[in-house]
């Protein structure tokens, strides 16, 4: 079982950047590929960004690759969605979720994840 808890959301003004952290409880976060979901108001979540469980691979969606940058410290147990450029379309609630090994194909869809945190608000304004 992990537990995700998000954090760092908060309003900025377009060009702006922010960091989102994502805490995971016990002692196997490193065993997960761990992925970032967004759901803005009126739509589907959709997937934003994924890494793998050593941390050397990184996928993007289209819409944020080369403004945003997953990372993750297995050793804090963290993940991290470094957020720049940020644009009034980035709006949404981002979720962090973790994949175990035996579901995670290449961490775009959504079954693939088995935990899911309960999501933090971002708010982009022009």
């Known amino acids: 079982q992990v537990q995700l808890v998000e954090s760092g959301g908060k309003s900025v003004q377009a060009g702006g950047s922010l960091r989102l952290s994502c805490a995971a409880s016990?002692?196997?976060?490193?065993?997960?590929?761990m992925g970032w979901f967004r759901q803005a108001p009126g739509k589907e979540r959709e997937f934003v960004a994924t890494?793998?469980?050593?941390?050397?691979?990184?996928y993007y969606a289209d819409s944020v690759k080369g403004r945003f940058t997953i990372s993750r410290d297995n050793a804090k147990n963290t993940v991290y969605l470094q957020m720049n450029s940020l644009k009034p379309e980035d709006t949404a609630v981002y979720y962090c979720?973790?994949?175990?090994?035996?579901?995670?194909?290449?961490?775009?869809?959504?079954?693939?994840?088995?935990?899911w945190g309960r999501g933090t608000q971002v708010t982009v304004s022009s």
């Open positions: 979720a973790a994949a175990p090994s035996n579901s995670y194909r290449d961490g775009v869809a959504e079954y693939e994840y088995a935990y």
């Open positions: 016990g002692r196997t976060f490193s065993r997960y590929a």
């Open positions: 890494i793998t469980r050593s941390g050397t691979s990184t």
